[in-house]
C-alpha cells in the first residue's frame, strides 16, 4: 500500500541536501533574533515559572519550529506541483496516495528535525543546555507529523502559491505566537485559554517544554496531538485524490 | 487479438465544454499510434485520462488488458510519459532524475545503475550524468523525459507533443528515438499536431476533432482517399486546394486554369481538411 514512498522521500532528501548549508542559514536566523531580542536583552532578570525566560523560550521555539518547518513542506509540494510540474510523474506512477502522503509527511518531519537541531545547537550557545530526553523528542515528532501532514492535505487543496502564503499568514504565524511559545498560555484570560486549547500548537508547547525542564508531561497534550495524526493523515490522502480532478 | 491499448466511449467534460465525446480505439502491440489534431482537439485530455492525470466522466481504458479503474496501479506500471511540458526536478542531476523514477517504479538498485547506463548512451548524453537538469538544453531536456519514461521498460510509452518548441535538427534525432523505441517492441501512442510527424512516425493516425475521432487509418490510405498531387492556388486572398490521382492530371488542370499555382504532394493536412473542414495548425 506505501510501496513507492521512499521515491517520495528520497526526492525531498536530495533537495534538501542541495540546498543544506542555506537552511541551516535560513533556520538560525529567526530563532536567533528571538533568542537576542526576547530571549537575552528584553528578557535579562525575566523569570517565567520558576526560570529564566531564556530556558522558557527555548522549548517554545522548539516546538514552534516543529511546526513551520514541518509545514513547510507545502511550499515545497506546490513549487513541484505548479512550478516544475513533478506532481504529475508522482501521480503517473504506480504508487498509492497514501504512499504519497508517506514520503512527504516524512521529509517534512525529517527538515523539522534538523531546524530544530539548529535551535537547540543556538540555546547552547546561550548557554542553555535542557533535559532532551525521549518525551521532549515524542511531543516533538508528534507535532511535527501534525502539521506536515496537515501541510500535504492543504497543498493539494490551494491553486497558486499566493495561496499558500496566505495559508501560512492565517493559520501558522497566529498559532506561532499564541501557542504557548513566547508567553504562558495562563497569563491570557481564561476565554482566551479556552480558544487556545483548541491548537495543536499550544499542546505541543505544554509538552515539549515540561519534558525539557525535567517534568513530566501531562498525557492528554500527546494523546490530543496523537490524536489529531491521524485525521490530518487522512485528510492528506483524500486531498491527493482529490487533485487529481 | 490482444490490443495493448484499448479505449471505449471516453467520455469528459470541463464544465459545460466537452473535451471529449465518446473515444474508442484500439492500438495493436508494436504500432505507433498517432493523435492528429488542433490545440483543444482533446489530444491533451484523452493522454491525461490514459496515463491517470484526470479522471473521465465516463468509458473505458486497458492496457495490456489492465484497467484503469479496476488494477490502476498494475495499469500504472504497463506505460511511460512523456508530457508535453518539462517536468524534471532542475536543481537535481540527470542521474538523479532518473533514480528517482526508478524507485517509484519499484526497481533494484543495480537495475536502475545498469538501464541509466543504457539509457544515457542510447539518447547521447552518458557525459552529462552528473550535470544538473537546469543546464541541459531543451532538446537534451526532451530526450532525457524519454529516458525517464524508457527507464522502467514500460509497454507502452504515451508522447503528448513530443518535439513542440524544438528546432527541426532536434525534432528529426527525437523521432529517430521514437523508431528505436517502436523497434524494441514497445508501443507508442503519439498526440501531435505537426502534419510530419504524424506522417513520419504513424503507423496509424487518428484524426480527432472537437473531441471525436472523425476517422482513423494508415497515414497513406487517409491521403490516398483524396489523391496522390495537389494544387495550390490564390481565389479572393485565401489559398485553395484542388486534388488530383496523378501529376498529369493536375499539369493538366493548371494549363486550363489562369493564375499562379503551386503543385505538391497531398500530405495529411490536405486529408485533415478534407474530412474535418478545419486545418491542424
Given amino acids: 500500500m506505501i510501496r513507492g514512498w521512499s521515491a517520495i522521500y528520497f526526492r525531498e532528501m536530495l533537495i534538501l541536501r542541495r540546498r543544506f548549508f542555506k537552511l541551516i542559514s535560513a533556520w538560525s536566523v529567526s530563532p536567533l533574533l528571538y533568542l537576542i531580542a526576547f530571549g537575552y536583552a528584553m528578557g535579562k532578570g525575566v523569570v517565567v515559572q520558576g526560570h529564566t525566560y531564556l530556558e522558557f523560550l527555548i522549548p517554545g521555539l522548539v516546538a514552534m519550529t516543529s511546526m513551520t518547518q514541518s509545514f513547510a513542506i507545502g511550499s515545497e509540494i506546490n513549487i513541484a506541483r505548479f512550478y516544475w510540474h513533478i506532481f504529475e510523474e508522482f501521480q503517473a506512477a504506480p504508487i498509492s496516495n497514501t504512499a504519497y502522503v508517506f514520503g512527504e509527511v516524512l521529509a517534512g518531519m525529517t527538515r523539522a528535525l534538523l531546524a530544530g537541531c539548529v535551535i537547540l545547537v543556538l540555546g547552547a550557545l546561550f548557554g542553555v543546555v535542557l533535559s532532551y530526553n525521549p518525551l521532549f523528542w515524542l511531543a516533538f515528532l508528534l507535532n511535527s507529523l501534525v502539521f506536515a501532514a496537515l501541510a500535504v492535505g492543504l497543498a493539494m487543496l490551494i491553486k497558486s502559491h499566493a495561496d499558500q502564503a496566505m495559508m501560512t499568514s492565517f493559520v501558522i504565524t497566529p498559532m506561532a505566537f499564541l501557542g504557548g511559545t513566547f508567553f504562558p498560555v495562563e497569563h491570557l484570560p481564561e476565554w482566551a485559554q479556552k480558544i487556545l486549547w483548541f491548537l495543536p500548537l499550544t499542546h505541543a508547547s505544554d509538552a515539549i517544554r515540561a519534558s525539557a525542564f525535567g517534568v513530566m508531561p501531562e498525557a492528554g497534550n500527546y494523546l490530543i496531538l496523537a490524536g489529531l495524526a491521524p485525521l490530518f493523515i487522512v485528510f492528506a490522502v483524500i486531498s491527493v485524490n482529490k487533485a487529481r480532478n | ?281
Avoid: C
Avoid at chain 2, 479522471?55 to 511511460?80: M, T, V
Avoid at chain 2, 552518458?126 to 524519454?146: E, M, P, Y
Avoid at chain 2, 514500460?154 to 523497434?183: M, N, T, Y
Fill in chain 2, 1 to 281: 487479438m490482444t490490443y495493448m491499448i484499448e479505449v471505449a466511449n471516453l467520455q469528459k467534460k470541463f464544465n459545460s465544454h466537452t473535451a471529449l465525446a465518446g473515444v474508442s480505439f484500439r492500438v495493436e502491440p508494436g504500432e505507433i499510434y498517432s493523435y492528429l489534431g488542433p490545440n483543444g482537439a482533446g489530444k491533451t485530455t484523452t493522454i491525461r485520462i490514459l496515463t491517470g492525470l484526470t479522471r473521465s466522466d465516463d468509458g473505458i481504458a486497458r492496457l495490456n488488458g489492465y484497467s484503469i479503474n479496476d488494477n490502476p496501479l498494475e495499469y500504472k506500471a504497463q506505460f511511460g510519459l512523456v508530457p508535453q511540458h518539462t517536468n524534471l526536478d532542475a536543481d537535481l542531476s540527470v542521474q538523479e532524475n532518473l533514480v528517482i523514477h526508478g524507485w517509484l517504479y519499484g526497481m533494484a538498485r543495480q537495475e536502475i545503475k545498469l538501464r541509466i547506463d543504457e539509457l544515457l548512451d542510447y539518447i547521447g548524453l552518458i557525459d552529462r550524468r552528473k550535470t544538473l537538469v537546469k543546464r541541459l538544453s531543451g532538446g537534451q531536456k526532451r530526450r532525457l523525459l524519454i529516458a525517464r519514461a524508457l527507464l522502467h521498460r514500460p509497454k507502452v510509452l504515451f508522447l503528448d507533443e513530443p518535439s513542440v518548441g524544438l528546432d527541426p535538427a532536434i525534432r528529426r534525432s527525437l523521432w529517430g528515438v521514437i523508431k528505436k523505441v517502436k523497434g524494441e517492441g514497445a508501443t507508442v501512442f503519439l498526440t501531435t499536431h505537426y502534419i510530419e510527424e504524424a506522417e513520419f512516425l504513424a503507423d496509424r493516425v487518428a484524426f480527432l476533432d472537437a473531441g471525436s475521432i472523425v476517422t482513423e487509418d494508415k497515414p497513406a490510405h487517409l491521403m490516398s482517399q483524396i489523391g496522390e498531387w495537389a494544387i495550390d492556388t490564390l481565389q479572393s486572398k485565401h489559398i485553395r486546394s484542388f486534388y488530383f490521382q496523378t501529376r498529369l492530371e493536375a499539369e493538366k488542370w493548371a494549363s486550363v486554369h489562369e493564375g499562379e499555382f503551386t503543385l505538391r504532394r497531398v500530405n495529411l493536412e490536405d486529408a485533415f481538411l478534407a474530412k474535418t473542414g478545419k486545418k491542424v495548425g
